[in-house]
């Protein structure tokens, strides 16, 4: 099992940023890949980055330029850097860990971007 508890949601004007952490913890194999992603009511939960043990990431369209994901191994921490967020980001946020031993999603963090 492992256990994901994530940081650093709340409420932002249009334009702003927010940082997002996610610590994982329990049976960690050291290949794997964290990531980000988001659902807002009605719809399917969507990609936003994920970022592999080896460093190479992946982004969503709508938000290459404006997200950074990264991550601290030694923590086994996972980040995502917002920045000119806009209310269509509002969402809310799930960190998701994967391996061979299976995937795990942490309980959620809510993003919401004023207008």
């Known amino acids: 099992q492992v256990q994901l508890v994530e940081s650093g949601g709340g409420l932002v004007q249009a334009g702003g940023s927010l940082r997002l952490s996610c610590a994982a913890s329990?049976?960690?194999?050291?290949?794997?890949?964290m990531g980000w992603y988001r659902q807002t009511p009605g719809k399917q939960r969507e990609l936003v980055a994920t970022v592999l043990s080896g460093g190479n990431t992946n982004y969503a369209d709508s938000v290459k330029g404006r997200f950074t994901i990264s991550r601290d191994n030694a923590k086994n921490t996972v980040y995502l850097q917002m920045s000119s967020l806009k209310p269509e980001d509002t969402a809310v946020y799930y960190c998701?860990?994967?391996?061979?031993?299976?995937?795990?999603w942490g309980q959620g963090t809510q993003v919401t971007v004023s207008s």
């Open positions: 329990g049976s960690i194999f050291r290949i794997n890949t």
């Open positions: 998701n860990h994967y391996s061979i031993r299976g995937g795990y």
